[in-house]
């Protein structure tokens, strides 16, 4: 029985092993991707900071209105999820999924609207799917480029200038250091200051404070319509293009993490493991040696 045990055991170490390899290949795949990510989305965040600061300012401007500047009122949103195409990233989707989840159940509850989703990375598929949203595209993810971010501005534009749609949104991940990544929604379409502006980007001892957004006034040549019609797509492609970004990092880092967990929980089961086959190849080198102490004790008699 001693001896079935071991091989038992002297199994369970050879696939634990063969797995501690895998997770510290993954982690180390990870750790090149994140820094490489990282570094990208840092980069951009003071370009990405600057157009929302200048996305505000223009949702004031009176002079003319751009068709992006226009509120509607529908009844129907537009979700675009952002989470990864494989797994192994820990509890980064499922805190994305919760808010998802809170979000739309409390607008169609109170407030009586419909939502429907672009999709993109198969996790995020899976998930609306699994709870039954309308999916009206789905795509696998992609290197993330400014090209990208463009396709996508130019996709939500016109399902909001065509489309029934009078709220845009993206929901990602957002990317705060290598150990932390935070669910995020930002309002992309309209500019307006109720839709663009997230209070989750304030700080907390700021969040009873009222807000208040200068509304400079501007002197546009040659006209207001020229400046605008290019000025703002530039800007909204910067967003979407940053929150590609943020959660691009963010599964990377997640799953960096994750995997040097799991990678620390095998060694530690190795350990352990390796204590109980030594315990049980002791026991049975002690009964063997006790049958044959017997044995010959036996014989002398």
């Known amino acids: 029985m001693a001896g079935t045990n071991t091989r038992d055991i002297k199994r369970r170490i050879k696939s634990v092993t063969s797995t501690k390899k895998i997770t ?29 600061s200048l996305l505000r300012r223009l949702s004031g401007l009176t002079a003319t209105r751009h068709p992006l500047l226009k509120k509607k009122n529908t009844g129907k949103q537009l979700i675009v999820l952002l989470a990864p195409d494989k797994g192994l990233t820990g509890s980064l989707t499922a805190n994305l999924w919760r808010k998802i989840s809170d979000l739309v159940k409390r607008q169609e509850q109170d407030k009586n609207r419909s939502t429907d989703f672009i999709t993109i990375g198969a996790e995020a598929e899976a998930f609306a799917r699994g709870q039954r949203f309308n999916v009206i595209r789905a795509q696998r993810s992609e290197k993330v480029d400014i090209k990208m971010a463009r396709r996508l501005r130019d996709e939500l534009v016109d399902h ?11 929901a990602y991940t957002q990317f705060e250091n290598t150990l ?34 200068n509304r400079e006034a501007y002197e546009l040549e040659p006209s207001p319509a020229v400046i605008l019609d290019e000025l703002i797509p530039q800007l909204v492609s910067m967003l979407i293009y940053h929150a590609l970004l943020e959660a691009e990092a963010s599964e990377h880092s997640a799953r960096m993490i994750a995997m040097k967990n799991a990678h620390d929980n095998a060694s530690d089961l190795i350990d352990s493991l390796t ?8 026991e049975a080198i002690t009964a063997a040696l006790a049958e044959i102490s017997a044995g010959v004790a036996a014989l002398e008699k």
């Not at 510290?24 to 157009?51: C, D, G, I």
């Not at 980007?201 to 957004?213: I, N």
């Open 180 to 213: 932390k990544q935070r669910p995020f929604i930002r309002g992309i379409l309209p500019i307006t200051l109720e839709k663009i502006v997230d209070v989750e980007e304030l700080p907390q001892e700021l969040l009873a404070q009222p807000v208040v957004f």
């Open 24 to 52: 510290r290949a993954l982690q180390t795949v990870s750790a090149v991707k994140m820094r490489k990510a990282q570094s990208r989305t840092l980069a951009t965040r003071p370009f990405a900071e600057e157009s929302l």
């Open 275 to 282: 204590q109980t086959f030594n315990k049980l190849r002791q």
């Open 160 to 170: 909001y200038l065509k489309g029934p749609y009078d709220k845009v949104i993206v």
